[in-house]
């Protein structure tokens, strides 16, 4: 059973493998668009380059859907862009941060029209929103003060490989 979308059939599995290419697009398209546009406003360069690697550290739909520990990842990736948002509206016209701001979330928008915003992919997307905003819920006390960097940083550590413990690390097991 997956954390937001249960694929029973063939035909499901194609449809996630489907979102999860829409998805690929749509980040990679909109961390493009952040990066571009920091590159033009320098003031706003570090923030937007944060929401950047924030997009791309975030899990496919189907590894969010299988795991527990990508959809908290999704969540936090989430939290970030965001936040980024949030501080960008919050400058105003300062360095010109909303006006950036509504220009990136109008080409999200656009762009998720030919992307995730497809009608076949609605139940997944829904899903997705739904499982998201759980796990912001669970996230929100362990990120509560961080600043982007720490935020960024945790996100980091749970994009990286999971590399097994050593034989000598493990406990030994409890005796009855």
Do not use: C, W
Request: aromatic share 4%; glycine share 6%.
């Amino acid at each position: 059973m997956g954390n937001f979308f249960n694929a029973t059939s063939d035909a499901d599995r194609k449809l996630m493998a489907d979102y999860d290419q829409a998805v690929n697009t749509f980040r990679t398209e909109v961390s493009r668009a952040m990066e571009d546009a920091g590159s033009k406003n320098p003031p706003l360069q570090k923030l937007l380059l944060t929401a950047a690697e924030a997009l791309r550290l975030r899990p496919l739909s189907s590894e969010a859907n299988n795991s527990k520990r990508d959809l908290r990842r999704l969540a936090l990736s989430s939290t970030i862009v965001e936040k980024v948002f949030s501080t960008l509206h919050a400058m105003g016209e300062t360095d010109n941060g909303a006006m950036t701001a509504f220009e990136l979330a109008a080409h999200m928008k656009a762009l998720g029209k030919t992307t995730t915003g497809r009608p076949e992919f609605r139940s997944l997307t829904m899903g997705a929103i739904m499982a998201v905003g759980d796990a912001k819920a669970e996230i929100a006390q362990d990120i509560a003060g961080k600043s982007f960097d720490q935020l960024l940083d945790d996100l980091r550590r749970m994009a990286a490989p999971a590399t097994p413990q050593s034989p000598a690390m493990r406990k030994p097991p409890r005796s009855p």
